[in-house]
């Protein structure tokens, strides 16, 4: 009996983020979107099969910006460039992996969107984005306690690197506060809701201004309602539309780099933590359209 080959075999490229062209090695592209199949240590199992779980999801997404003037793609050139193979081997350890890919690619390419990833990986995009930028401002969604933790010790180092300009990080959607802030401001969910999404992102435009900015969103920013998937489970959260909604406000600044982070497939049979991490890198790239649109 012929054997029929099964439909993810049969394809004739690799699902692509928001069906956007397959470039193994894209060059002189305004975006470039790169999946980061990775398992954090300590953290949640699974993720490694986040950034083909977020492109499966992204197939059904709305395409940013199609139903308000010109369209995201009419406005900036975007490919999805695949995978990075994490898989150290004798080419160093993996963060030295990451690096080095993205340095080669943000040679020719001006800004990259990274799918998956974690913590110990965003000090290594940093590099390869500060290399280009210098110290850059830091944006970060996320539910990470705040203070003297071992979680944080990322962006501890990449202010000791002087990869990010201390004076302008902001970071929204912390739970279990405590300790002091390594410079910055902090937004916990309690400041938030007092603020709202509108007070926010003035916060936001306050702090970062024109400085070039690097937007880091992990997924556990949004209560468990909304992302499931995400490996948090204390309630309290920002909602989906509240997370899409301060995104709005990257436009408005200078970004040049962007992640989206946390996903876990087997934590979520629903889907739904992907379909938000697909949103909101669509709404990245919106909004990084409309960022080159403003005069510098």
């Given at each position: 009996m012929e054997r029929i080959a099964s439909p993810a075999r049969s394809r004739a490229r690799p699902p692509t983020f928001l069906r956007l062209p397959f470039e193994r090695d894209p060059t002189a592209r305004d975006l470039v979107v790169l999946g980061l199949p990775y398992d954090e240590s300590g953290r949640c199992p699974g993720m490694r099969l986040g950034p083909d779980a977020v492109r499966e999801a992204s197939a059904l997404a709305h395409v940013p910006g199609a139903d308000c003037g010109p369209g995201t793609f009419d406005l900036v050139d975007c490919v999805d460039g695949g995978d990075i193979d994490l898989t150290p081997c004798g080419s160093g350890t993996v963060p030295e992996v990451l690096y080095t890919r993205l340095s080669r690619l943000l040679a020719g390419n001006a800004a990259v969107l990274l799918l998956g990833g974690g913590r110990s990986l965003t000090v290594a995009a940093l590099r390869a984005v500060?290399?280009?930028h210098g110290p850059v401002a830091f944006l970060r969604l996320a539910a990470d306690p705040v203070g003297p933790h071992p979680q944080e010790d990322f962006l501890c180092r990449?202010?000791?690197e002087r990869l990010v300009d201390p004076?302008?990080?902001?970071r929204i959607g912390l739970r279990g506060a405590s300790g002091r802030a390594q410079g910055g401001v902090m937004l916990d969910v309690g400041r938030f809701g007092r603020l709202g999404v509108r007070g926010?992102?003035?916060?936001?435009?306050?702090?970062?201004?024109r400085r070039p900015v690097y937007v880091s969103v992990a997924v556990d920013v949004a209560d468990p309602a909304f992302a499931?998937?995400?490996?948090?489970r204390v309630p309290g959260g920002l909602t989906s539309r509240e997370v899409l909604g301060l995104l709005r406000c990257v436009g408005d600044l200078c970004p040049v780099g962007f992640e989206v982070m946390g996903v876990s497939p087997?934590?979520?049979?629903?889907?739904i933590t992907a379909a938000l991490a697909s949103e909101i890198g669509g709404e990245l790239i919106h909004q990084y359209a409309r960022a080159q649109?403003?005069?510098m």
């Amino acid at each position: 009996m012929e054997r029929i080959a099964s439909p993810a075999r049969s394809r004739a490229r690799p699902p692509t983020f928001l069906r956007l062209p397959f470039e193994r090695d894209p060059t002189a592209r305004d975006l470039v979107v790169l999946g980061l199949p990775y398992d954090e240590s300590g953290r949640c199992p699974g993720m490694r099969l986040g950034p083909d779980a977020v492109r499966e999801a992204s197939a059904l997404a709305h395409v940013p910006g199609a139903d308000c003037g010109p369209g995201t793609f009419d406005l900036v050139d975007c490919v999805d460039g695949g995978d990075i193979d994490l898989t150290p081997c004798g080419s160093g350890t993996v963060p030295e992996v990451l690096y080095t890919r993205l340095s080669r690619l943000l040679a020719g390419n001006a800004a990259v969107l990274l799918l998956g990833g974690g913590r110990s990986l965003t000090v290594a995009a940093l590099r390869a984005v500060a290399e280009r930028h210098g110290p850059v401002a830091f944006l970060r969604l996320a539910a990470d306690p705040v203070g003297p933790h071992p979680q944080e010790d990322f962006l501890c180092r990449a202010i000791e690197e002087r990869l990010v300009d201390p004076s302008a990080v902001v970071r929204i959607g912390l739970r279990g506060a405590s300790g002091r802030a390594q410079g910055g401001v902090m937004l916990d969910v309690g400041r938030f809701g007092r603020l709202g999404v509108r007070g926010a992102a003035e916060v936001v435009r306050h702090r970062i201004g024109r400085r070039p900015v690097y937007v880091s969103v992990a997924v556990d920013v949004a209560d468990p309602a909304f992302a499931p998937g995400a490996g948090t489970r204390v309630p309290g959260g920002l909602t989906s539309r509240e997370v899409l909604g301060l995104l709005r406000c990257v436009g408005d600044l200078c970004p040049v780099g962007f992640e989206v982070m946390g996903v876990s497939p087997p934590q979520d049979l629903s889907g739904i933590t992907a379909a938000l991490a697909s949103e909101i890198g669509g709404e990245l790239i919106h909004q990084y359209a409309r960022a080159q649109r403003i005069p510098m």
